[in-house]
């Protein structure tokens, strides 16, 4: 079952939704491969901070985020990757590194990558057993993110952007 707060957000909100459940992953590459969900289809939330503020990048699961890139859509002077340490007590209802890219939920911004911005989105629900299948139009509508392109694949990673 997902985290009770996504669950209670997207009923409340009359969201149509699917629960996927499958053996414990923890990479999204993994899942995506379990769950036979394409890599590009499959959402990944990435922590960052946005000049010491806690924000979400979502990116397909094949990709990596540019920090360069981000930063530039973010309109941040200073862009770093969060470790879980950082990050894991800002989700109580989640366990570490599974988080459903939700921001509103949890008082931060989400920056989506426009490659996720079509047909249907599959992310996280909050445990490494779990994803929740749902139209982008009504993830959109209740999420409001942040889009633009900053996803790039694995071998073009920009690890740093100060």
């Known amino acids: 079952m997902p985290s009770a707060k996504l669950k209670g957000f997207l009923d409340a909100n009359h969201i149509k939704y699917v629960c996927i459940e499958h ?28 000049d010491d503020r806690l924000a979400m990048a979502v990116v397909p699961a094949a990709m990596r985020v540019s920090l360069s890139h981000l930063k530039e859509l973010a309109h941040g002077s200073v862009i770093t990757l969060a470790n879980e340490q ?25 920056y989506i990558d426009t490659r996720l911005c079509d047909g249907d989105i599959v992310f996280n629900a909050g445990s490494h057993r779990e994803l929740i299948r749902m139209e982008f139009a009504d993830f959109e509508k209740i999420v409001r993110p942040i889009a633009g392109r900053f996803a790039v694949p694995s071998e073009d990673l920009v690890a740093t952007a100060g």
């Open 86 to 110: 950082e990050f894991r007590d800002a989700f109580p209802d989640c366990e570490t590194g599974a988080m459903p890219p939700f921001g509103s939920l949890y008082h931060m911004p989400v």
């Open 23 to 50: 053996s414990p992953a923890f990479t999204a590459q993994e899942i995506a491969s379990i769950a036979q969900i394409s890599g590009r289809t499959l959402a990944k939330t990435v922590m960052f901070f946005i």
